[in-house]
């Protein structure tokens, strides 16, 4: 496959001989880690926009300019400008059934084809110069920059002013923003934190918290104020920690985001965690099952009753492993009956209860209403104290199948973990099916993955001979 460094290189051998360009500037090119084509327009031995066109036409992608191009707002802001500056691609005209982007490098085709499913409309590619590019995300840059200066030339809100600090337009529009940025990058949670002089945002990617800007202190209550107001939390309550949880339409995707807020030193810190309310839950091969293990769970879940545990830390995907068993068990002929915290999925056919513990509706007392519900299968959210884990117990013993996941590090220590719990150890025994411990892993880009053969030491350590 063609790519743009593959381009550049054979340019700089069309136009100057490679071999004389690497001896000239091999020294620049190693201590300064700057890439060939920076090399060549830093070095003024090429303009930047000859470079592209010659890009563009190895490659055969059209070239564009962007400078004084008029960008439609509307279409500009398709691309979030945090997507739009890490991924180095604009969006610069649309029609019903085209997006045009311009890009520096066109062979990124994940970006194309992550944009594609985004938006609904067939990308067409141009190749423009970073330059160029850079002119357009100043647009962006621009708009923020007005909303935050909108934001910072007033005082922070007192107690009093809150709600009406979270419901000025520079405020939503602000969080909007935040919001649709972290569902564009892929964000599992948003981390906003207040520091001494500004405020913080993260997101976590990939299972790795990545900073991603700073804001202004004086938007910090108003900030606050908004989120509370979406989750409908207590404005004037700043002394005790706050859960919640509110919906929003990102395009043509629903979110939930369940939110927690926490009192800390220089303000309050506010958690929130990304639900797609419309995914589809994965099969056991997309979760990556290794086929002994898959085999092993299949067995477990084709049993009239037992219980079927899933455990691990926190945030390591049991709720999504139970999701996959539960569409598998999802056939007209059975009835499927859950408590969660939250609702992560919504499953056709599977009835789903929210837990509300602050009218009294928690795992055991929404476990025993289930029971009086005539269900084949029944899933708790997590077994975290001994009413529900013998409720549970109970009901595997009594004709149900019952999925769960509690917290633990391993598989073995799920037994003392119920016994602990005052589960008498011959019932753990007789209704356990199967325990399965799981973690996340980060998976290898299937573009940039390589080969690696481990030798010596390195593989002594790995498996030992």
Do not use: W
């Not at 995300?137 to 910072?152: C, G, I, R, T």
């Not at 107001?229 to 979110?255: C, S, T, V, Y």
């Not at 049993?303 to 569409?327: A, D, F, N």
């Not at 719990?421 to 099916?433: D, E, K, Q, S």
């Amino acid at each position: 496959m063609k790519s743009k460094k593959y381009a550049i290189i054979k340019l700089a051998e069309l136009f100057f001989g490679y071999l004389c360009l690497q001896k000239k500037h091999s020294n620049r090119y190693y201590t300064d880690s700057k890439s060939l084509e920076e090399i060549l327009v830093s070095s003024n031995i090429i303009e930047e926009s000859v470079l592209y066109k010659g890009v563009g036409e190895f490659l055969n992608t059209p070239f564009t300019t962007l400078k004084g191009k008029t960008i439609n707002k509307d279409t500009l802001e398709i691309i979030p400008s945090l997507v739009a500056g890490t991924h180095q691609v604009v969006a610069f005209e649309k029609n019903e059934t085209e997006l045009l982007l311009a890009m520096t490098d066109p062979t990124d085709i994940q970006t194309i084809e992550f944009l594609h499913r985004k938006t609904g409309l067939t990308p067409q590619v141009y190749i423009t110069t970073p330059s160029d590019l850079k002119d357009a995300l100043h647009k962006y840059h621009a708009e923020l920059k007005d909303e935050f200066s909108a934001v910072s030339s007033k005082k922070n809100p007192t107690d009093g002013d809150l709600k009406k600090a979270g419901e000025e337009l520079s405020i939503i529009k602000m969080t909007n923003s935040i919001l649709e940025h972290a569902v564009y990058e892929g964000a599992s949670d948003i981390h906003i934190e207040p520091e001494e002089k500004d405020v913080t945002i993260r997101y976590r990617i990939d299972g790795i918290l990545k900073p991603v800007m700073n804001l202004p202190k004086n938007v910090q209550n108003g900030l606050t104020a908004r989120i509370k107001i979406l989750a409908n939390l207590k404005l004037d309550e700043h002394m005790i920690p706050q859960d919640g949880r509110f919906k929003i339409q990102i395009q043509d995707e629903q979110m939930a985001f369940r939110v927690s807020v926490l009192p800390v030193y220089d303000g309050e810190k506010i958690v929130m965690r990304l639900l797609h309310e419309g995914a589809k839950p994965l099969t056991l091969d997309q979760l990556g099952f290794l086929e002994s293990a898959r085999a092993k769970l299949e067995n477990a879940i084709k049993k009239p009753h037992g219980m079927i545990l899933v455990t691990g830390p926190t945030g390591s995907g049991k709720t999504t492993t139970l999701y996959s068993v539960l569409g598998i068990l999802n056939q007209p002929g059975v009835n499927i009956s859950t408590v969660e915290d939250p609702i992560e999925y919504r499953v056709a056919g599977v009835n789903q209860s929210q837990m509300n513990a602050k009218v009294g509706f928690t795992f055991a007392s929404g476990l025993r209403a289930l029971l009086r519900q005539d269900p084949n299968i029944i899933m708790v959210g997590e077994i975290r104290d001994q009413e529900t884990a013998e409720i549970s117990i109970n009901a595997a013993m009594t004709g149900h199948l019952v999925l769960s996941t509690l917290h633990t590090n391993d598989a073995p220590t799920t037994l003392p973990r119920l016994v602990d719990m005052g589960v008498p150890p011959f019932l753990v025994a007789y209704t356990t099916n199967i325990i399965i411990a799981q973690r996340l892993v980060r998976r290898i880009c299937e573009f940039c993955k390589k080969e690696f053969t481990l030798e010596g030491a390195a593989l002594d350590e790995l498996v030992p001979r």
